[in-house]
Each structure stands twice: as structure tokens, then as C-alpha cells.
């Protein structure tokens, strides 16, 4: 099977970076031309290493490594199904229950199951994994740009709290422990990983001081910047408007080479010292663009080399492309990988192109994958059908990595080195082309989702049952709930949840603002912990809000969704809207607005280890 090059521990003075390039991306070609074969290795590699697992033995897989048994014998699967192997994991069973190799953590995934993050088992060799699909991207991009490695990069990357489970294994998100390991901390010389931001600053837990300590190296080192990002366009978003707030603190610090004595973090503070010099200069021009009326172009006026923007801004994430367009004066966007807690998936081969033409080719070395068919439910909403279980035919509608048909759209399906065993990871996609042998996607959207601001997801179920337990508040006063729905608000930053209520109004008590107000913490207490996490300790979500609109609104909608073509008969309330004209009416006919008064409650961790922290 192909190798991706190894990275040189130093430089040396035969360090050659375009003969390194040039391997990795002969690397991309032996892959993608291969990728069928590639694909029955490492199908092979996977089950022979997993042969004697408990899960492999319960289903009679009896040490089969052919694609044909394993796809006979092994079911399709989701969280549910493994969750009792997963729980068992994480209370301190250390027998072979999915991997033969020890589960090293827990990576936890943003999507959720019962209001609490998953949680995907992972061994320690999958780090060297993600490694590699990180190591592909630049020599991708630098066909495309170049001279990216004659400067640096300002990436505001960031950790998240990480909670143990009762077993003492960590918890956290995938970046939080790539960032931790020592691929990440102690990376080897590569001129594509120097970053304005030390890695003491990336690793800060305290985000204001990550954020702080961050742009201000950014700012110090503002002409040596080619290129600018953050994982999510949101995240990015929040950096500039971070800026916008603390500027004069920002330059107080550049003009006297001191740093805010809100930085108490001591290794920050060191790491800061060794770039900050007092620059009454670069102060004073950082000042006069800050002070300006416009901030737009603001990205390229203090960071005049920034060649492109690094951030998704597929899926959910398209809807900040405008702000980022006025931050950046129409930089390209650049969306450079595909990947999850689950897996790493694949990379961009054509970065600079427009985002909503996108699309990511799967790198067949890093799992076995396969696709199930979904169709699309053209009606008001254009919703994704895919059923929540398959099934004996629906199994065999799954089709390998090769055999995916032009312009379909499939749900994705892993098999990983690290115990998920044809695991719907919930990724709708559709393919767009094929480099090579291997198909290149579009990502469509994540299964089932409504509501996300950031890496919050809020499907249609969830969000029901939390407007359910806010209206139990409106009881009292003779009001029922008549109709509602919902909306992701970015036009704020931090973006938030509005819902749009319709009341019937029986009795002749008013209802008091503070109703309103209990009813809006009410559905932010009843949503999931990655929601609550990203109002609570990130900051990344901003409060809910609840738009109390006139009576008939609602058949406003209506014929409004008819008149564009929907049948009367089959029409039902979408309980998500994201067409302006669509919001535009909502508003129009908003008589009130509330929002929530305070934080919903969270904490690290699951709710059912509490005790054990």
C-alpha cells in the first residue's frame, strides 16, 4: 500500500521542499489510482488486526477479512447500536471489545445522542493517520499558490475543555487532542506548519487569553502573513470581531511592548515576550485602520500579504460567506479538508475554487468506506430521506468507494481502524467527479440537522421537545403555542436561535415579559451539551431569542410557499427557515421579542459521570 513521505525531523541543508511536494502529491496519485485495491487492504488490514473483538465474534464474523462476508455477516450501524460497547469502554472494561489495540481516549463528537455528545473510541495510531491528511494539504495548495512557505500562517486555533470518564480515559474533542499530542506540539520543520500563534497560545484553556495572545502575535507579525483562517467561518468571524472590540488594548500593548495584565497565564505571557517588541509604528497604523467608520477589507488592510482565508465554509458554514467577503474584500475562501471525530476523510485538489463548487476527494488509505443512496423528499422543505435503520435490502444498496455513481447523493459509511465497524457517520454527499479512480464529493449537509451556529447541532426532534417543555410556562396565563419555527441568526456575531412564535391567546391575563424570557432559557436548557457548551463556555453561540408574531402569520407562510408551487395538500410548517424572503415576512410581522436572561446550565463531561470528577 502507498505511503504518504515522511517529514525531515530538521531542516538540513539538503532539506528540498519541492522534491517533498512532489512526493506527496505522487503519493495523492498512487492512492486515487489505485484506490479500489487500496480500499480491499485496508478492509483486509482492519478485520485480520480485529479478528478476535467481542463485537466481530457476536455477529459470527468468525476471523472473515473479504469484503463479501463482511458486508453479508456485519450490519449497518449507528451510535445506538454501539453505545453499550462504548459505555462499557469508557467504565473501565479493558478486554478487546472493538479494537484489539487499547482505546487510548475518547474522541467527542459534536453531534449528539440523548442531549450528550458522542463519544468515538480511538487508539493511538490514528494520530500518525490525521497526520497525514494534514501533511497533504499544503503541497495541494502550493500548486495553486505559490511561495506559502516564505511566510507564515494566523490561524486562531483553540482547545476545549476535556472531561475523564469513570475508567480515567480523556474525553475531548478531536482537535483538542491533535493540538495536545506531540505530532502537533512537537511537529517537525516543515515551512507550511509555521505559524504567528505559539503553540502556548493555541494551548491556553482560558479562551480569552487564547484569543488575546493570539491576535496580538498576529498583529506583531502582520507582514509576514500569507494566509489567514480558522477551523469554522464562525470562529474566524468571532477573531475579527474580537479585534473590533479590543483593538486599543491590542495596540496599547504594541506601542509599549508590554502585554495586558489580564494575560496572567505565565507560559503565554514568556511565549508572547519572545515576538512582542515595543513598535510605536505598527501601533499607530493599527490604530488608524481600527478607527476608521468601515471595517470592511479590514483582513487585508492589516494583513496586506493575506493571499486566501482557510476556513470551512461548506454545509451550515456557508451561511457566513458574506461577512467574510466584507472582512476580506473577496479573498479566495479556501476550503482545504474533510473530517470528523469519526475519521479523517479527505482533501480539496482544487482549493481556489468558488465554495459552493467545493468538493473533497476521500483518500482510500485512511478507512474503508461506503455509501448508502438517499433520496431526496421534494416538497416544501427539501428534506434528505434516510431511514434511521436499514433494512436486509437497504444493506445491500451500499456501494464501495468505486462504485458510486455520478451526480448521486449518498449517506456516508465508515469502517476505521479504531472500532467503528460500518458506522453511519450521518454526512450526506454527493458526487461531483473523480480524481482518478477515486470520486470527489460535495458535502450537502449533515442528516436530520435545523438549527447550527457553530458546532452545534440541533435536529428537528430535539428542538420539538424543547419547545414543548417552554410552553408548559404559558399554561397559567391561558395561551397555547399555535404554530412556530426557527431560524439561525448570523447576522449577529455571536450568531443565536431565534424561534418565531404564533400564540392562541384564551385568556385575558397578559403574559409578562419574564414568561417569555423563562420560556427562551427553558428550550436552551432542554437543548444538547454542545449547545449549552457553546453558550456557556465558548461563547460561540449567542442568547436565544423568541419573536412573538402576529395572529395569521403563519398562513402568511403558507401561501406564500404555495405560491412558489407547493401543494396545498402536502404542505406542513417547515420548522426551520433559512430563505430571506421567508425570514423577511416573519419579521415583518414580529409584534415582540425576548431573550433568554442568563447561561443555561453545563459542565464538562456526561451528566452520568458527575460524581466521578
Not at 500548486?143 to 475543555?161: A, H, N, R, T
Amino acid at each position: 500500500m502507498p505511503e504518504a513521505p515522511k517529514n525531515t525531523l530538521k531542516p538540513t541543508a539538503d532539506y528540498n521542499l519541492e522534491l517533498k511536494n512532489k512526493k506527496t502529491l505522487q503519493f495523492i496519485e498512487d492512492v486515487t489510482s489505485n484506490a479500489d485495491e487500496v480500499q480491499k487492504k485496508v478492509l483486509e488490514e482492519i478485520l485480520s488486526r480485529n479478528a478476535h473483538v467481542e463485537y466481530f465474534q457476536r455477529h459470527g464474523l468468525n476471523g472473515h477479512t473479504d469484503r463479501e462476508t463482511f458486508k453479508t455477516i456485519m450490519p449497518v450501524i449507528t451510535y445506538e447500536d454501539i453505545q453499550p460497547y462504548v459505555d462499557r469502554i469508557a467504565n473501565g472494561d479493558t478486554s478487546p471489545i472493538l479494537s484489539s489495540h487499547p482505546i487510548s481516549e475518547f474522541l467527542t463528537s459534536s453531534g449528539t445522542s440523548g442531549g450528550e455528545r458522542k463519544l468515538m473510541p480511538t487508539i493511538e495510531e490514528e494520530l500518525g493517520r490525521r497526520s497525514l491528511l494534514y501533511s497533504l494539504l499544503m503541497p495541494v495548495m502550493s500548486q495553486f499558490v505559490p511561495g506559502l512557505d516564505k511566510g507564515k500562517g494566523m490561524y486562531f486555533l483553540f482547545i476545549k475543555s476535556e472531561a475523564k470518564t469513570p475508567s480515567g480515559l480523556v474525553a475531548r474533542p478531536v482537535l483538542t487532542s491533535y493540538y495536545k499530542s506531540t505530532h502537533f506540539k512537537d511537529r517537525p520543520y516543515d515551512p507550511y506548519t509555521n505559524y504567528t500563534s505559539p503553540n502556548e497560545t493555541i494551548l491556553c484553556p482560558d479562551s480569552y487569553q487564547s484569543m488575546y495572545s493570539q491576535m496580538l502575535c498576529g498583529l506583531c507579525q502582520h507582514k509576514e502573513v500569507l494566509r489567514v483562517g480558522a477551523v469554522f467561518a464562525s470562529g474566524f468571524i468571532r477573531a475579527i470581531k474580537f479585534l473590533e472590540k479590543h483593538w486599543r488594548f491590542l495596540c496599547n500593548d504594541i506601542r509599549t511592548g508590554t502585554i495586558d495584565s489580564q494575560i496572567n497565564d505565565q507560559s503565554v505571557r514568556e511565549a508572547v515576550t519572545k515576538i512582542l517588541k515595543p513598535d510605536p509604528k505598527l501601533a499607530d497604523f493599527i490604530e488608524a485602520e481600527c478607527s476608521k467608520d468601515s471595517w470592511q477589507g479590514i483582513i487585508t488592510r492589516l494583513w496586506p500579504n493575506t493571499k486566501y482565508v482557510d476556513v470551512i465554509v461548506t454545509g451550515t458554514m456557508s451561511q457566513y460567506i458574506p461577512t467574510l467577503d466584507y472582512y476580506t474584500n473577496g479573498l479566495p475562501l479556501v476550503c482545504t479538508m474533510y473530517a470528523s471525530s469519526e475519521c479523517y476523510f479527505g482533501v480539496n485538489l482544487n482549493p481556489l475554487c468558488k465554495p459552493s463548487e467545493v468538493s473533497y476527494t476521500l483518500i482510500p488509505t485512511m478507512a474503508y468506506f461506503e455509501f448508502l443512496p438517499v433520496q431526496r423528499n421534494n416538497g416544501v422543505t427539501s428534506s434528505i430521506s434516510v431511514p434511521k435503520t436499514l433494512n436486509e435490502k437497504e444493506q445491500q444498496e451500499l456501494v464501495d468507494l468505486v462504485d458510486v455513481k455520478l451526480g448521486q447523493e449518498y449517506e456516508l459509511v465508515v469502517t476505521t481502524y479504531s472500532g467503528l465497524y460500518r458506522y453511519r457517520v450521518g454526512d450526506v454527499l454527493r458526487v461531483a467527479g473523480f480524481k482518478n479512480n477515486a470520486p470527489q464529493f460535495n458535502f450537502i449537509c449533515r442528516k436530520n440537522v435545523v438549527l447550527c451556529i457553530d458546532s452545534d447541532k440541533t435536529d428537528e426532534v430535539e428542538l420539538q421537545n424543547a419547545v414543548k417543555n417552554a410552553v408548559n410556562h404559558l399554561l397559567p396565563f391561558g395561551a397555547t403555542l399555535a404554530e412556530y419555527t426557527s431560524y439561525a441568526d448570523t447576522t449577529t456575531i455571536p450568531g443565536h436561535y431565534v424561534l418565531y412564535w404564533e400564540l392562541s391567546l384564551n385568556g385575558n391575563t397578559p403574559i409578562p415579559p419574564s414568561v417569555f424570557e423563562d420560556c427562551c432559557l427553558t428550550i436552551e436548557e432542554s437543548l444538547n451539551s454542545v449547545y449549552r457548551q457553546g453558550r456557556v463556555c465558548d461563547k460561540s453561540i449567542g442568547p436565544l431569542e423568541i419573536k412573538i408574531v402576529e395572529p395569521g402569520t403563519f398562513d402568511k407562510l403558507m401561501d406564500y410557499a404555495i405560491s412558489l408551487g407547493a401543494s396545498i395538500n402536502q404542505y406542513k410548517t417547515p420548522r426551520c427557515v433559512k430563505f430571506a424572503p421567508i425570514v423577511e415576512l416573519l419579521n415583518s410581522r414580529a409584534v415582540s421579542s425576548y431573550f433568554s436572561p442568563k447561561c443555561p446550565k453545563w459542565f464538562p463531561g456526561h451528566k452520568q459521570w458527575s460524581n466521578n470528577n
